[in-house]
Each structure stands twice: as C-alpha cells, then as structure tokens.
C-alpha cells in the first residue's frame, strides 16, 4: 500500500489503551478454493449452486482468492496499521465430514495464516462458526446414525463442540481470542425459517429449534475451548442484536418492540448470559415448538457457561409497529402469517424501512443504535464488548485514475466510531472494533453486487485497491481516535 499521508494532528477522542482496532472478513466470503487441500462443500456451497439462491448464480467457489493471496492481505492490513484481525474458519476445510479428526492441509493453512498476522504484528481473532456447516451435517441422517439433519437436530451441537475442541488445540498456541459463533440469528431463523440463507429451509419450529441448538452448541463450545486454550485465552460469541424501536409510543407499538427483542435478541442473550429463556419468548412460541422437549435438563446450565467478551454486530436500528387491525392469532401449525416469515411467533409485526440516508443495503443509518446497544449491554450484563461488526455497502466506483473514493463509507465509520467513543464515555468497557469488511467480498444472497470492503476488490483481476475510506481509517487508527 502506498504511504499514508498524516497530518500528525493528536486524536480530539482519543480511544481507550490498547484497544483493538480491526476488520473483520469470514471464510467463506473471501477465501475461494472451495475443492482445495480436501475441503468439502458446506451448506453455503450447496445453497450457492442451486438456482435462483443467490444473484447471478454467484457463488463463492473463488470469491477473493484470500486462500492464495493471504500474504498480500495480511501485508495490506500491516500497511493500514490494523492491530487485530478477526477472521473465520471454514469448518468443512480443517474437518471435512463435520465428524472424526481434523485435515492437516485444512489446518496447515489458517497456521500460516496467523503465523503471517502474528509477523506483521496483528493480533488474530478466530470466530469458529460463520455459516459454513459442512454439508454431511445437513443432510438427514442415514442407516442409524445420529450425524446430520442441520442446527434443528441435537446432535450437530456435539459435532460443533467436537470441531472447536480439536481446533483449538491445533491452533490456540497463537489465536489468543475465539468466538464461537457468528449471528446465530441469522444461521436459525435466516436458514431455517425464511430460507434466505442456506440450506434453505422455511420451518419455524425447525428455526427455534435450531436456535437451542446454536445456544447448546456455543455452550458446549466454550467448555471444551476452556479446557484446551491457555488460561490467557479469551472466548466470545458474536450476537447481532436488533437495535428495536417501537414506531410509535403507544402500547400496542411498545409490544410489537417486546416480541421482536424476545425472538431476535433474548432468544440468544437469555441462555447465553442468564442461564435461561424468557417466559415472554416461550408463550410467543408456544404453538410453534414444545420447548420442555426440546430443552434438556442441564442444557442452560452448558448454554450460559462464562465467557470473557461479548461481540456486538451492529449496522442499523429497526423499526417496528402493531399489526394493523390487531395482533394476528398464531394457527397451531405455525403457518399463516407470513409463513416464510424470519420472525417465529411475531410474524404479524409490521417493519418500517427508511427510504432517506441508507446504504445500499436499504439500510437506514444511524450510530445512535449502537451507542444504546452497548451501553445497555454494559448495564444488564456487565462484560468487556467487542464490536466485531459494523460498516456499510455502496455503490462504489473505480475513478479514471484507478483510486476509489467513498466519502459516505468514511462517514458511516466516522459517525459509529463517535458512537463507541459515546458508549465508552457512558462507562462501557468496549475493548474493540472490527469493521466489516476488510475487502469487497461474496455477500450471501446479493452474492457480488454489494460492496462492504474498506479495499476495493476487480473482480476479473483480483486486483486489491484501498478505497479512499481506508486511507481515512489508517489515518484515525495512528492517531489513537478520532480527528
Ligand atoms: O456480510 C455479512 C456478514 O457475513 C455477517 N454480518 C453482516 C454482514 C453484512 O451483511
């Protein structure tokens, strides 16, 4: 990267000692090499490759060729002055059947990844599980086996705990941080109730069953990382909680506030960090799932084992109203109401979108929502916070003389950061923030036509170019804060 130009100007909000300032990426968005070193297709392969998935029919066979190119990008983040990098491993890379013993080749390559990072002086921060669950595990079990059926069936909580103990001990002499998973919102009730993401599937009740089973599988995982990694090691999970508003003030509004909190942020936040689920949440979902069967006796006791930080993705607030004409009465079968709905329980509940001041997302942009979000989060549970999330998409374009300028990116940085430093004033012991993203990547369904990257990415060439928001973040980040 060329050399920053700095004005030497000292940080007007200088950021607490030793924070971390990062981006974050996951696998399967950048890596590519999707049939190399013996990995096999994951959930998101599959998904991927079917028709009418993703835009384009894009995929993320090559996404950004990060597996061959990781060197230039860990010499990229150097050259912007990161201090901590947050990436994720792909599952079906370091244990392709989702079962049994880990593939050296699998493994050989996030070792060289952090051993690269760790040079360069960039803390790694592993997140274990970012969507990619390998395909053997979704597939409905056969011939008696109890391996398979996705995040719905038990059984793929053990196999996650299984992964995150063996990983662990293959790699925690050099990742000091690990988060289990990332959005379990999205894995439950993305992948299993709108089927918007992989594997696709539109159950409710299989979407709430899968949200135990993420909250069990994280539990679980963080028993076997505490008895693998150094007492030093530090362990999390990334939630991206909604930032709700009623529209509104009457009651009718606050309650459509209360379901959504319960189903899209409780739901994680109560086994996670209390130790149980909030009556408000089963009575909503009650004719969707019987959750006394579902939840096992010692199952909140694994779900609510300590962690050390708790991650935060944020991007927007939202915004949500009474259904019209009066809350809907749920069928038993749970359909109805938006049955493809992502809201299990609260399907009725009306959503406003902005059509001023978004990204290209459609999303409305407001810092506020995350300086409420971790200051709450400071007061109800106490812990040190990461945001391991934020940024936005625009539509970027490369200018004749090949440089990419992105004023509104800067300014969406710029105005989150102010609301970190808000939270810290307000007390919040927030350690660090990882941008999303680090590069132009494979944005799920919207396959390439997003752009959330700080370094533009050509698509045909692989060619890497830091936006002009990048240049502006290596600027606050040798400066301690913000100018
Ligand atoms: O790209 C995603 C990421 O994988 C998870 N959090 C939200 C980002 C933007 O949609």
Redesign the pocket.
Known sequence: MTAVPSDHRPARRPFPTGFAWGAAT?AY?IEGAAAEGGRTPSIWDTFSHTPGRTENGDTGDTAVDHYHRFREDVRLMAGLGLTSYRFSIAWPRVQPTGHGPLSQHGLDFYRALTDELLEHGITPVATLY??DLPQELETPPVGGSAVGGGWPARDTAHRFAEYAALTAEALGDRVPTWITL??PW?SAFMGYAAGAHAPGRTDPADALRAAHHLNLGHGLAVGALRAALPASARISVSL?LHAVRPLGESPEDEEAARRIDAVGNRIFTGPMLKGRYDDDLLEDTAHLVDWDALVHDGDLAETSRPIDLLGL?Y?APTVVSAPAGGRRLPREDGQGAGSHSVWPGAEDVVFHRANENVTA?GWPIDPTGLSDTLTALHREFGLPLLVT?N?A?FDDTVSPDGTVHDPERTAYLRGHLEAVADAVDAGADVRGYYL??LMD?F??GYGYSKR?GIVHIDYATQQRTPKSSAHWYAETIRRGGLD
């Open positions: 996951a968005q970012h969507w990332n959005e999205c991206n993705n991007y997302m999330e940024g998409a999303w993203s990547n944005e799920w959330f």
